[in-house]
Nanobody, 116 residues
Framework: VQLQASGGGLVQPGGSLRLSCAVS????????IGWFRQAPGKEREGVSC????????WYADSVKGRFTVSRDNGKNTVYLQMNSLKPEDTAVYYC??????????WGQGTQVTVSS
């Protein structure tokens, strides 16, 4: 099982980024995928989850209304659209399966930096 996260980068406050998590070794149809993040000096925290079977979602309060998680089961890929980014969103973002902490499988992480 492998999860490959990508799409991070440097963006100004108020900007947007879309992260992708390509999954191999199992299908999304019967699994949940989570996005987590870890800022320097802070604990890893859950950001969002999506069910591969019914598409139900969960968001941390800090990102509700700004982030949107989605999945493409045909491509075995999960996305995290991040809008209205704030400096406090700066962190390394990880995708993981299943959506719980600790998860069984983790991607390698992608850096998101929000700064002017």
């Amino acid at each position: 099982v492998q999860l490959q996260a990508s799409g991070g980068g440097l963006v100004q406050p108020g900007g947007s980024l879309r992260l992708s998590c390509a999954v191999s070794g199992f299908t999304l149809d019967y699994n949940t995928i989570g996005w987590f993040r870890q800022a320097p000096g802070k604990e890893r925290e859950g950001v969002s989850c999506i069910s591969g079977s019914d598409g139900s979602t969960w968001y941390a309060d800090s990102v509700k209304g700004r982030f949107t998680v989605s999945r493409d089961n045909g491509k075995n890929t999960v996305y995290l659209q991040m809008n209205s980014l704030k400096p406090e969103d700066t962190a390394v973002y990880y995708c993981a399966a299943p959506c719980r902490y600790p998860a069984d499988y983790w991607g390698q992480g992608t850096q998101v930096t929000v700064s002017s």
